[in-house]
């Protein structure tokens, strides 16, 4: 049965964050409570074939739904989509075929797709949206006669599209930034049924949670704080004179066990499989490194996600051409935890052959954004 408890959290964009002890918890729907007729018959345009793009186009299409790829006519998919026997035309072409059309480009290459096909896109029509970011911050704005929806995998596109093979599910989001013909939810949710992700279950949310939260973990924990933690400790351990094999082992390499040690079973998960030094000094010690000072920087990046800071510094810094950006990731390269690094993943290179899916990503990702 679909968990239907005492709050949905709707299209409607919340105010603020509830006190904890008042929080709802969020409307998760499955298969069954999904109507596929409402996509059944129409023809979906997916713009762009990357990660998310390939998965949706093949999930849909092998769902029985009519699939349409929208791509530029110098697009490096174009002959990948084809060979799946998909329909290939531009995303105008499209978008002027289509009832349901996903916007799966990057994020910085959307507002421009949009401006193209926005002549195209009729009353009651539906503009889906993998990532909230471009309407929630204004970069987008539909008209006022079209749905605008969001499912969101919570997964790479590649595992998305194993997942549905193999007759299991990926677990999404789904929110309504706008209910134009009064079905918007019924429409995006038959398209979560028809990618697989209502197998394992749709998590309700809105545009703007979905766009702040993922903007935050990113930046504080998941990105930015992870690759800090692993430099500090690094650096900490070598400008104390340990060798930097023994560094880059302790502060980075067995922070994949740790993580899927969390994926698998939380917090509690982790502790009760670590040993029981390695718990008492991590439950003693921890809070020394992330201290209140490191939750005053937390709530000051949050502000700036919430307020809209950091997404006119993205925007600026995509219109001047990314000078920051490649400063620093040049920077990050030549970090010597890097060079130390590469030496030594040489060694697991048996694991690399039994799991390339990550590397695979990373490759595919950056493929689309320069080429879709």
Known sequence: MSEHDTAETSGTEP????????RDRATIHYEEDADPAHIESETVAVLGYGSQGHAHALNLRDSGVEVVV???????????????????????AAASEASVVSMLVPDTAQ???????????????TLQFAHGFNVHFGQIRPPETVNVTMIAPKSPGHLVR??????????GLLAVHRD?????????LAYAHAIGCARAGVVETTFREETETDLFGEQAVLCGGVAELIKAGYETLVDAGYSPEMAYFECLNEMKLIVDLLYEGGLSGMWDSVSDTAEYGGLTRGEAVIDDHARENMEAILEDVQTGRFAREWITE???????????RAAETDHEVEAVGARLRELFAWAEAAEPTANEERAEDERVQADD
């Open 15 to 22: 105010g603020g964050p509830a006190e904890t002890d008042e």
């Open 318 to 328: 995509n219109q001047a051409g990314r000078p920051s950006y490649r400063r620093l």
């Open 180 to 188: 134009a013909t009064g079905e918007a939810r019924e429409t995006a």
């Open 162 to 171: 194993r997942n549905y093979e193999q007759g299991q599910g990926t677990p």
């Open 70 to 92: 929208g791509l530029r006519e110098e697009s490096a998919s174009r002959e990948a989509a084809a060979a799946e026997g998909l329909t290939v035309v531009t995303p105008v």
């Open 111 to 125: 507002p421009a797709v949009y401006d193209a096909i926005e002549g195209e896109l009729e009353p009651g029509d």
